[in-house]
């Protein structure tokens, strides 16, 4: 087994041989301590038949354990300087392919495709560049990859949000849009020491386990996550006050509206944050004919 890259000294005797500046605009924060990368690999339940996708490999830190612990790693940087990096670092690894793109702009579901063929046991786990966190979450669900599901670090409040329960301050359509495709919980709080150079906000790791099915059955999923953001648009509102304000001519349907609600069995006083999945899969489903 080779050298750890994620030990203090390793990792700065990278920067230092290349010459290394980090870029703040690229979340570059890297990972310094081999036992969190230990666990991130283990909560991704990796076997020698996992095809691992990973986002931004930096110095190739996580990417290391992935390779040891999957059958193939295929890993998205953007940034052109790490390129030689990588090409050291993980030059012990035949199983690891980098691609120099944007995950935002790349052809994900091709890639992957073209990449793990014959591989069924799909997993992405990365430490994610924190500002684009959900952008980059929500294009792997929406792209409909076939994932057993995502571990991922990210910043804590965002983690909050993403695993919220109805009821509380954290539930909105974020909650909604991914708990609509998988099981979100998080595992892990992290410390910012772990980190070079350290983070300004906590990081938590979550696991997302793709469900067989989506949590509720929906007629029309576009409309159905218009009606979650829609509800959610100023937290202080009724549902009702949310929905006619942000629907296509909303104002001139609020009896529909209202009449929607009453079939759908939600009082029109509610607020968007104590309805479940469930719930909003009723009344998007009622207000759709209404609206399309
Ligand atoms: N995996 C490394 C680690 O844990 O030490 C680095 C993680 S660092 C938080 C995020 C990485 O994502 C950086 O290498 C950064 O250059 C890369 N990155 C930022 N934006 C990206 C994007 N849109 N697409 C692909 N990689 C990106």
Redesign the pocket.
């Known amino acids: 087994m080779h050298k750890d890259i ?1 030990t203090p000294i390793r990792t700065k005797e990278i920067l230092d041989k290349y010459g290394f500046a980090f ?1 703040k605009s ?6 310094i301590d081999p036992n969190i990368l230990r666990k991130i690999t283990e909560y991704a339940g990796l076997t020698d038949q996992t095809g691992a996708i ?6 190739g ?3 290391e354990h992935l390779a040891r612990s999957s059958k193939k790693v295929l890993s ?4 052109q300087r ?1 390129l030689p990096i990588l090409a050291d670092t993980l030059s012990p690894y035949d199983n690891v392919k980098i691609i120099h ?4 702009k790349a052809d994900v579901k091709t890639l992957v495709a073209q990449e793990f063929e014959g591989i069924s046991d799909l997993m992405v786990v ?5 500002y ?1 966190t959900t952008p980059i979450i929500l294009k792997l669900l929406a792209d409909r990859i076939p994932l057993r599901g995502i571990v991922v670090m990210l910043q804590k409040e965002v983690a909050d949000r993403i695993s919220a329960k109805p009821g509380t301050k954290e539930y909105g359509s974020l909650s909604i849009a991914i708990q609509y495709y998988t099981k979100a919980e998080t595992v892990m709080i992290v410390p910012k020491t772990v980190f070079m150079p350290q983070p300004n906000v906590d990081s938590a790791v979550i696991r997302l386990t793709t469900l067989d099915k989506p949590a509720a059955d929906v007629v029309d999923e576009v409309f159905f996550f218009l009606v979650t953001r829609s509800s959610f648009a100023q937290r202080r509102k009724t549902i009702l006050n949310n929905l006619t304000s942000q629907l296509p001519n909303g104002k001139e349907k609020k009896e529909q509206i209202l009449d929607a609600l009453a079939k759908a069995d939600i009082d029109p006083t509610r607020r968007g944050e104590t309805l479940s999945i469930q719930e909003f899969a009723r009344l998007s489903n009622e207000l759709h004919p209404i609206f399309n």
């Open positions: 994620a870029k690229l979340g570059q924060n890297f990972l990973e986002v931004g490999p930096g110095i830190a996580l990417t998205f940087e953007i940034d790490l793109e944007d995950i935002l990365a430490n994610l560049p924190y684009v």
